[in-house]
């Protein structure tokens, strides 16, 4: 077997390994998909590893880069993302041997940790590996239209995407979006994404396979809010899943609340989800009206360069948001 990093020529092999491996149940594969995730990301592009035999593209892992933010300091890291063994090669302990050698690569280069979001299934085998777990996201979830919850469970209606999204491109191009990105990281005490209009226009609106919607608050000629979320269909109906909520001042976000109420029949909506780890000022207004799920993404971490991870346990110095940790 050879083990040798990707180069930008490998890519349609990469995406026929993942289709041959995973299919295309919860996330279509695409050249223009990874392009985006793995090339053209803002925090720079992935570390990715090719295993072959004989000139066959057996196995791939690519961890996906991320930065966060604290009081000043920068933490590269990489989230452990894309991986796959050829149908025909299972059982060689491929995963294991790029996931590895990943691991060493990115300490070597510098980088602080690895995170991911692993289910079940994969979990058993990160914490072999020397993950830990970082604890469950904190979730909250408000009801905004209980008979339509109640009616989607009994005769099976949740499908469906919403009608129309929103301006986001207008929003994500405000000519004052640097500003609130800025004010939203000096407030922040705890470890945040290093956010940026750059970050957020590849995240939310260059993505090749979500929707999301955005509202934005002005007070005074000033850019005071801004709300990203994406609708997502369950078998209880519409959710509105908040994926980011920045706010300049204590005071900011009850315009953004109203435009909500009045958007929960343009965006045709039934609950909301939120984080609990935004801001002090988003978890203030997001608190009346929501209660903590008990259920939530577990985070898994492994120290790299960055040996003592203490502050990323338990979310108690710790703060992303669900668009830092959907599935993708």
Same mark, same amino acid.
């Given at each position: 077997?050879?083990?040798?990093?990707?180069?930008? %020529?490998?890519?349609p092999?990469?995406?026929?390994?993942?289709?041959?491996?995973?299919?295309?149940?919860?996330?279509?594969?695409?050249?223009? *998909?990874?392009?985006?995730?793995?090339?053209e990301?803002?925090?720079? !592009?992935?570390?990715?590893?090719?295993?072959?035999?004989?000139?066959?593209?057996?196995?791939?892992?690519?961890?996906?880069?991320?930065?966060?933010?604290?009081?000043?300091?920068?933490?590269?890291?990489?989230?452990?993302?894309?991986?796959?063994?050829?149908?025909?090669?299972?059982?060689?302990?491929?995963?294991?041997?790029?996931?590895?050698?990943?691991?060493?690569?990115?300490?070597?280069?510098?980088?602080?940790?690895?995170?991911?979001?692993? &289910?079940?299934?994969?979990?058993?085998g *990160?914490?072999?590996?020397?993950?830990?777990?970082?604890?469950?996201?904190?979730?909250? @979830?408000?009801?905004?239209?209980p008979?339509?919850?109640?009616? &989607?469970?009994?005769?099976?209606?949740?499908? /469906?995407l =919403?009608?129309?999204?929103?301006?986001?491109?207008?929003?994500?191009?405000? +000519?004052?979006?640097?500003?609130?990105?800025?004010?939203?990281?000096?407030?922040?005490?705890?470890?945040?994404?290093?956010?940026?209009?750059?970050?957020?226009?590849?995240?939310?609106?260059?993505? +090749?396979?979500a929707?999301?919607?955005?509202?934005?608050e002005?007070? &005074?000629?000033?850019?005071?809010?801004?709300?990203? /979320?994406?609708?997502?269909?369950?078998?209880?109906?519409?959710? @509105?899943?908040?994926?980011?909520?920045?706010?300049?001042?204590?005071? %900011?976000?009850?315009?953004?609340?109203?435009?909500?109420r009045?958007?929960?029949?343009?965006?045709?909506?039934?609950?909301?989800?939120? %984080?609990?780890?935004?801001?002090?000022?988003?978890?203030?207004?997001? %608190?009346?009206?929501?209660?903590?799920?008990?259920?939530? !993404?577990?985070?898994?971490v492994?120290?790299?360069?960055?040996? &003592?991870?203490?502050?990323?346990?338990?979310?108690?110095?710790w703060? =992303?948001?669900?668009?830092?940790?959907?599935?993708?």
């Amino acid at each position: 077997m050879e083990i040798r990093p990707a180069t930008d %020529a490998d890519i349609p092999a990469i995406v026929t390994l993942l289709k041959q491996s995973l299919g295309e149940s919860l996330m279509p594969k695409s050249d223009r *998909y990874w392009r985006w995730k793995h090339v053209e990301n803002p925090f720079g !592009p992935s570390p990715v590893l090719l295993c072959l035999e004989n000139g066959e593209l057996i196995g791939v892992r690519a961890f996906m880069r991320w930065e966060w933010y604290r009081q000043g300091q920068r933490f590269k890291a990489v989230r452990a993302v894309d991986t796959a063994t050829h149908p025909d090669h299972q059982g060689k302990g491929i995963f294991k041997n790029l996931t590895l050698s990943l691991v060493k690569s990115c300490t070597q280069e510098g980088d602080d940790f690895v995170f991911n979001t692993p &289910n079940q299934q994969s979990k058993p085998g *990160y914490l072999k590996m020397g993950w830990m777990e970082a604890g469950r996201l904190p979730v909250r @979830l408000g009801i905004r239209r209980p008979f339509h919850m109640l009616k &989607n469970i009994v005769a099976g209606n949740g499908a /469906g995407l =919403p009608d129309e999204t929103s301006d986001l491109a207008n929003h994500l191009n405000h +000519p004052q979006l640097a500003e609130l990105c800025q004010d939203h990281l000096a407030q922040m005490n705890d470890t945040t994404t290093h956010i940026s209009p750059h970050y957020l226009r590849w995240r939310y609106q260059d993505v +090749p396979v979500a929707a999301y919607v955005a509202a934005a608050e002005e007070k &005074n000629g000033k850019l005071t809010g801004l709300l990203v /979320g994406r609708i997502k269909v369950s078998r209880l109906g519409r959710e @509105l899943r908040v994926t980011d909520c920045f706010l300049r001042g204590d005071n %900011a976000g009850k315009d953004l609340m109203k435009q909500l109420r009045t958007h929960k029949k343009k965006w045709n909506y039934d609950y909301i989800t939120v %984080a609990g780890t935004l801001s002090p000022a988003a978890t203030r207004l997001f %608190a009346p009206g929501t209660v903590k799920l008990s259920k939530g !993404p577990i985070v898994t971490v492994r120290p790299l360069a960055l040996t &003592n991870l203490g502050a990323l346990m338990n979310f108690n110095q710790w703060s =992303p948001s669900l668009g830092d940790l959907e599935l993708f």
